[in-house]
């Protein structure tokens, strides 16, 4: 669970940060990141400001509005580093709509409540200076009282007056509110603002509007002329009434038509602009046919109104205007509180379904699907590596890639563990753990190798060598040697890889004298002789490394040095260089009695070690054999599991635990 503090922060506000709106920007970005900016705390507040160019690049990037196909909902979705940020802005984002939405919707009512306004203070001071005029011709002694003639004609006229004037100020809301649902319609659709201008300007809707208007007025003459209501007043006025519901309905009708053909294959904002503009269409031509209607009662009116005497028309006229100003007066207030409640009671058409909450989990990056597709691939590209990589491997694995190609296998080691290059002391592993697995490894080789040949006694001198370096023949002819030793048999060790010798760093001795300065002269035969810690066991370094090392090899001193050691020791190992790098293992294959190729798994490859066999088999060859070296037995190959003890490298002592081998 994540918790986010309530103050905001840099990193909370990594977008919106130090941002300062134009103070003339209202549009609703603007507006969005003014109340975005207010939700910082002061701390933050006074940094650099940015410009509204900047942040709005940043939004822009950062916010996606989507309509979801189909239906009236509208997604909003902010990208931000901050999980609070982000529900921040979605939320202000909806807000911002929503209020924009209201203001749009409310547009034309308080376009209607701005006039009323300031034609309520036009008539309210209209209607003051009416009322001083008349008391100031009072006062001046003018006429006091007017005669119930007068005073009703007067009521009469002011009456109509009054709804004269009402239906003017009515005339020019409709005018204004039907103006602005044009300019609208006229942006998304020109050709059909035309249309419809020529559909309500039919001369059949006309002469219904104005037979509507002459009904409506001979009424309200029926209501003002009678004095009492007597049932064929009442009569009179419901037939007006029902011709008037009448007309209405035949306008309705027709105005039905229209709205069919029109919405057909509009979108729902059309339709709805439509309405608006044919049933505003419609009230201002009504208003206007009821205007020109009124004006010519009140024109009828003022003929009257100047038969009267000459002494009473003055004070008729303030009369007059006193009461008309006094009736307009309350009919446009009653008008102005009621485009203040019909603008609070506008409805927007937005509702937010659901709010913006702070998201728990970063959408990016999608660390489970990554860590999935990163396991998937991982697997797939180990198998594939691995396919691939077995199918291009051409190195000998196991011992039957060995007996495959008809070549006899003396023995196989396992892996020494240990081995590295700063640890010599695994690599002569006999002498520190003679009963480890690889020690019993290589007495089965000694065995083996003991047993290659009828006449076992003759079998005396044995060359170690690989197919290339790092094999393993050093570590294999040390151990061998250890092995003939511990057998209580007389063994020596000579080091004859002359050009990359290090069979003296397993021995930690000093690599001179060897024999190659006893073949010069520079040493006797005592000198280059050195014992080892293990009992019977001896070895002769490689000495100085001459420019020539196959000539020395390949010379009669050679030979005869082999013979003197014969003589003196049960056996003799010889530890040579790589047979197929240079030719001095070849030459002394052709000396010993027998001749060992040590190939390391996994590393040597099937036709090098064919090859280097190639080399050893000549006529006068002696190969008895190769050893596998390195042999991992643990791997899967089940035909070698047997019980072995594992030997690994002890801390602190030797630890020996029992495995399924």
């Not at 003055?314 to 207030?333: C, I, M, N, P, S």
């Not at 060897?514 to 035969?525: C, H, I, K, M």
Request: proline content about 4%; hydrophobic content about 35%.
């Amino acid at each position: 669970m994540v918790k986010y503090e309530e103050s905001a922060t840099p990193e909370k506000f990594s977008l919106i940060l130090n941002f300062e709106p134009d103070s003339a920007d209202d549009n609703p970005l603007s507006q969005s990141v003014k109340k975005l900016k207010s939700a910082l705390s002061d701390e933050y507040k006074n940094a650099a400001p940015r410009s509204i160019y900047s942040i709005t690049q940043v939004l822009f990037g950062s916010v996606a509005i989507e309509q979801k196909r189909g239906l009236d909902i509208v997604e909003i979705t902010v990208e931000s580093p901050s999980a609070y940020e982000a529900a921040l802005i979605a939320n202000t984002y909806a807000d911002a709509y929503r209020e924009l939405n209201l203001q749009y919707n409310r547009q034309q009512m308080i376009s209607v409540k701005k006039f009323l306004d300031q034609q309520r203070e036009e008539k309210l001071n209209e209607l003051v200076s009416a009322e001083e005029n008349l008391k100031t011709y009072q006062e001046e002694g003018g006429i006091i009282e007017l005669g119930e003639q007068a005073k009703a004609l007067i009521e009469q006229m002011t009456d109509f007056e009054s709804k004269k004037n009402a239906t003017k100020i009515d005339l020019t809301i409709s005018e204004k509110s039907l103006a602005q649902y044009k300019d609208e319609l006229a942006e998304q659709n020109p050709k059909l603002k035309d249309y419809l201008e020529n559909l309500t300007t039919e001369p059949y809707l006309n002469s219904l509007q104005k037979q509507i208007a002459e009904l409506q007025t001979k009424r309200d003459l029926v209501k003002v002329n009678a004095s009492n209501r007597s049932a064929d007043i009442s009569k009179t006025i419901a037939d007006y009434d029902k011709q008037i519901t009448e007309l209405q309905d035949k306008v309705k009708e027709k105005i039905s038509i229209y709205r069919a053909g029109i919405f057909a294959s509009s979108p729902e904002q059309i339709k709805q602009l439509t309405q608006k503009v044919l049933e505003e269409q419609i009230r201002y031509q009504s208003l206007s046919s009821s205007f020109n209607e009124l004006d010519k009662i009140v024109k009828s009116y003022e003929k009257r109104f100047n038969q009267l005497p000459k002494r009473t028309i003055d004070l008729a006229r303030l009369q007059r205007e006193k009461t008309g100003f006094e009736k307009l007066y309350l009919l446009v207030e009653e008008k102005y509180q009621e485009a203040l409640i019909n603008e609070q009671s506008t409805p927007g058409n937005v509702l937010i379904i659901d709010q913006a909450r702070i998201p728990r989990e970063a959408s990016k990056p999608n660390r489970k699907l990554i860590v999935l597709v990163g396991l998937v691939l991982g697997v797939s590209l180990g198998i594939g590596f691995a396919l691939v990589k077995n199918y291009f491997d051409n190195s000998v694995k196991t011992p039957e890639d060995i007996t495959k190609k008809n070549i006899n296998v003396l023995a196989w080691i396992p892996k020494i563990e240990g081995i590295n290059s700063s640890n010599k002391e695994f690599e002569f592993i006999f002498a520190k753990r003679p009963d480890s697995i690889p020690s019993e490894a290589f007495r089965a080789l000694r065995t083996r190798i003991q047993f290659s040949k009828i006449d076992s006694h003759k079998l005396k001198t044995i060359l170690v060598t690989s197919s290339t370096p790092r094999e393993g023949k050093t570590t294999v002819s040390v151990n061998l040697a250890g092995s003939f030793a511990h057998a209580n048999k007389k063994t020596i060790i000579i080091d004859c890889d002359l050009r990359k010798p290090r069979m003296h760093t397993l021995f930690e001795a000093k690599r001179f004298p060897g024999f190659t300065d006893y073949f010069f002269g520079q040493a006797s035969y005592e000198e280059i002789v050195q014992r080892s810690k293990v009992d019977n066991l001896s070895f002769i370094t490689a000495g100085t490394i001459p420019p020539n090392p196959s000539e020395i090899i390949g010379s009669v001193q050679m030979e005869q040095f082999l013979a003197k050691l014969k003589k003196e020791y049960d056996y003799v190992i010889i530890d040579s260089p790589p047979v197929i790098a240079v030719t001095d293992s070849e030459i002394l294959s052709r000396l010993v009695d027998a001749s060992i190729l040590v190939v390391s798994a996994n590393t040597t490859e099937i036709d090098l070690m064919e090859k280097s066999v190639e080399l050893l088999k000549h006529e006068h060859g002696s190969f008895i054999g190769v050893l596998l070296n390195n042999f991992s037995y643990k791997s899967g190959y089940g035909s070698y599991y047997k019980y072995y003890y594992y030997y690994s490298q002890p801390n602190n002592g030797a630890t020996h635990k029992k495995e399924k081998v």
